[in-house]
């Protein structure tokens, strides 16, 4: 007798669940990878961002230092935002890729907290009814090998 938890539902819901994981690691190696890169000043001031919300590089051709200090500071924070906008675009991409938002605009639901919050809301929602289906398919097949055993094991007579 077969007491496994092979049925169909339970292994399309594991088999989902793993594709999930899955997908959730190599976003998460993909992030790490992301490097956001802007130019300023006829691309004589080049910035770099990484994952971890840093600036990484900050390059300037040293012409630059002909330039005012004021306009080298605005040149250089117009470098940082664009490095960082050039990483929230590549995060945001990768993001529709892995939820699926293609007719939503990502900017919008990363930028807008309650947006983000109602689509993490929406995932919780979808893992919980799958939750719900796996732990109904655990309990009848739990049952399923309780009215098993309780045919294989007939009461005993108290003499």
């Given at each position: ?16 669940m793993e594709q999930d994981a899955e997908r959730m690691r190599g976003f998460q190696e993909r ?129």
């Amino acid at each position: 007798m077969d007491y496994s938890l092979g049925s169909a539902s339970f292994d399309r819901f594991q088999a989902a669940m793993e594709q999930d994981a899955e997908r959730m690691r190599g976003f998460q190696e993909r992030m790490s990878q992301i490097r956001g890169r802007g130019e300023a000043a006829d691309g004589r001031i080049v910035a770099e961002v990484d994952s971890e919300g840093g600036l990484t590089a900050l390059d300037m051709d040293p012409r630059v230092l002909r330039m005012p200090l004021e306009d080298i500071s605005a040149e250089i924070r117009k470098a940082v935002n664009a490095a960082f906008k050039d990483f929230q675009d590549q995060a945001a991409a990768m993001a529709a890729e892995l939820y699926g938002t293609k007719d939503e605009d990502p900017e919008k639901i990363l930028a807008d907290p309650s947006a983000l919050l109602s689509k993490v809301e929406e995932l919780g929602n979808n893992f919980a009814v799958q939750l719900q289906d796996m732990v109904r398919e655990l309990n009848a097949q739990q049952q399923r090998a309780k009215d098993i055993a309780a045919g294989m094991n007939p009461p005993r007579d108290p003499r």
